[in-house]
């Protein structure tokens, strides 16, 4: 074994390296007492060896292979420290060591590799640190820079779930960097995101936001906004929607989960072709059975972030709120629960029939986010309360 080596009267390995952290030259070859026995086959060869003025061929133990190996891959100070009281580290700026874990986690079929959509929010994350705490070696980082990083975030308003977001990235990155030992722990804690209600648009207002889509943008910029009402589906399955899903005979829409499906081990999910859909599909759109391709083809599939495409959204919403039409601004996330919520608290459908219809993981998630009370509906149900029936009631 190379850079193993034994020593007259010492019962233990050596291990020889040379320490490029040393600041006087004489002194960067050094020499480390292992603390690990010579095995009694190596012996016999050292022995023999000697005999043959050769030098001794030396296999060692797996534990001697293991630390030999953390020395050869540079792994950092503390592990090598726990092991032989050395401090070594292995010299990795942040984006050097981030080169790694996209690579580490990017291996295709490999249990933990995670999506290029998921990996493009991380560079986001770890350019946010870049940009105010400079691009340092990896153990040089410490906790008081995770605190300037959310200084940052602060002074560019990011909001606290977009903090949550980053800082899970980089708690991500850096556990990364403490199993490979290029880090003594971890500096980054979790922003705790906040929990909000998914806030769905009033109906009068998105009366407006189709109206005018219709009449002031692309055909096909309404079209996509209203079968994304109509069917309370998300971006990314509205953008890849299929023409031959849609069975006008049995009426019925496959609509695949693109976003969770995966994760759900269901990659699509039933909805019903009701008449207002149907003639949406047919009158509005030409779709007929038997259409093959994308429904929406005129938009792009961007993988890494589906909602690109749909930029005229925020560019109608912020036109309608600056002329006061509209009172405040909406994002394509809350047309989701602007139909979830008009079939539960308008329409009375029951929330188990909507958690099928919206493919939610569980019933909590429906009726936590989109059961809301509606008082004129509960008003006119409370007409039969009198004191009568109130303070007598049995």
């Not at 980053?166 to 979790?190: C, P, T």
């Not at 209203?226 to 953008?239: E, H, K, N």
Request: charged share 30%; proline share 4%.
């Amino acid at each position: 074994m190379s850079g193993i080596y034994t020593q007259n009267n010492s019962p233990y390995y050596w291990l020889r390296y040379y320490n490029k952290f040393e600041e006087d030259p004489k002194k960067k070859r050094k020499s480390l007492n292992t603390k690990i026995p010579v095995t009694e086959a190596d012996k016999k060869r050292i022995k023999l060896a000697k005999t043959k003025d050769e030098k001794a061929e030396l296999i060692g133990t797996p534990e001697l292979k293991k630390l030999k190996r953390e020395f050869e891959q540079g792994l950092a100070e503390w592990a090598i420290k726990m092991n032989t009281g050395i401090e070594l580290i292995k010299t990795l700026t942040f984006s050097e060591g981030f080169e790694e874990y996209k690579k580490d986690k990017t291996i295709p079929g490999r249990k933990g590799s995670i999506k290029q959509s998921t990996i493009s929010n991380y560079t986001i994350a770890v350019d946010h640190m870049l940009k105010c705490c400079s691009n340092k070696l990896i153990y040089k980082y410490k906790e008081s820079d995770y605190n300037q990083l959310l200084f940052h975030f602060e002074s560019i308003g990011l909001s606290i779930n977009s903090r949550s977001i980053y800082s899970k990235a980089l708690h991500s990155v850096w556990k990364f960097f403490e199993i490979k030992h290029y880090a003594r722990k971890n500096i980054i804690d979790i922003v705790e995101p906040e929990e909000k209600d998914p806030n769905p648009i009033p109906l009068g207002t998105m009366a407006i936001i189709i109206k005018y889509l219709k009449e002031n943008e692309n055909k096909h910029h309404y079209q996509i906004i209203y079968f994304m009402l109509l069917t309370g589906c998300r971006p990314s399955s509205a953008i890849e929607q299929l023409k031959e899903d849609i069975d006008f005979l049995s009426k019925q829409i496959t609509i695949n989960n693109i976003k969770t499906g995966a994760r759900k081990g269901k990659k699509f999910y039933r909805f019903p072709l009701y008449p207002e859909l149907e003639r949406f599909l047919y009158e509005e759109m030409g779709v007929v059975q038997g259409n093959k391709g994308r429904l929406f083809e005129q938009f792009s599939v961007v993988p890494e972030h589906y909602t690109w495409p749909l930029t005229f959204w925020k560019r109608a919403i912020n036109y309608l709120h600056k002329n006061e039409i509209i009172p405040e601004k909406y994002t394509l996330k809350q047309i989701r629960p602007t139909f979830a919520t008009f079939l539960i608290n308008v329409l009375g459908i029951d929330i188990y029939d909507v958690q099928k219809l919206l493919d939610h993981t569980n019933i909590k998630i429906t009726d936590k986010h989109y059961v809301s009370y509606n008082t004129q509906r509960i008003r006119k149900d409370m007409f039969a309360i009198t004191s009568g029936s109130l303070l007598n009631a049995k």
